[in-house]
C-alpha cells in the first residue's frame, strides 16, 4: 500500500521504518502546535547518539543527523519532499526513557547511564505537499 497522506507516511516511518533500521518503534510522533508544516518524531534512546561519543573537539556535531538523512530520504522516496533535522533535547522533570537501559541490542539489559537528553527529529514539509494534503481533505 502506497500512503498518499501526510499522518499516514510519518506514522509508517515511526513504526515500520524506524522498527526495521532501529529495532524498535520510535517513541512518539506529535504534530508541532505553532507550524502547520512541522511534526517531530522523538527517540529517547537513538541508536546512533547510544553507542557513538562525539570527541569534544567537533563541537556540535550531531550523530543522530545521520537517522534524520535516512528519514528524510524514505519521505523524499515516497513523495513527499521534506527537511529533517535532529536535535537533542534535554529531558523535563519527571518525563524518562520509556525503554530506558531496554534495549533490543542489548538484550534488554544494559550498564549504561540513564540518559539525559532525548533526540527530535524535526520534520518540515515543503509547501507543496501540504498543498496536496489539504486538497485530499476537500
Known amino acids: ?3 498518499i497522506r501526510i499522518m499516514n507516511v510519518l ?3 515511526s513504526t515500520q521504518v524506524w522498527k526495521a533500521l532501529f529495532g524498535k518503534n520510535a517513541d512518539s510522533l506529535e504534530r508541532s502546535i505553532d507550524n ?3 511534526f517531530m518524531i522523538v527517540d529517547y534512546e537513538p541508536l546512533t ?3 557513538v561519543s562525539v570527541p569534544a573537539d567537533f563541537g556540535q556535531l550531531s550523530v543522530d543527523a545521520y537517522m534524520s538523512g ?3 530520504g524514505v519521505l523524499t522516496g515516497a513523495g513527499f519532499s521534506a527537511r529533517v533535522t535532529a536535535h ?3 529531558l523535563e522533570e519527571g518525563e524518562h526513557s520509556f525503554g530506558s537501559n531496554n534495549n533490543a541490542l542489548t538484550g534488554g539489559a544494559s550498564s549504561l547511564p540513564p540518559r539525559k537528553e532525548k533526540a527530535v527529529f524535526l520534520v518540515k514539509f515543503a509547501p507543496e505537499v501540504l498543498e496536496r494534503d489539504a486538497a485530499m481533505d476537500r
Do not use: Y
Open 1 to 3: 500500500k502506497r500512503e
Open 11 to 13: 506514522q509508517f516511518v
Open 36 to 38: 502547520a508544516d512541522e
Open 49 to 51: 547518539s547510544t553507542f
Open 70 to 72: 535516512i528519514v528524510a
Open 88 to 90: 537533542s533535547v534535554a
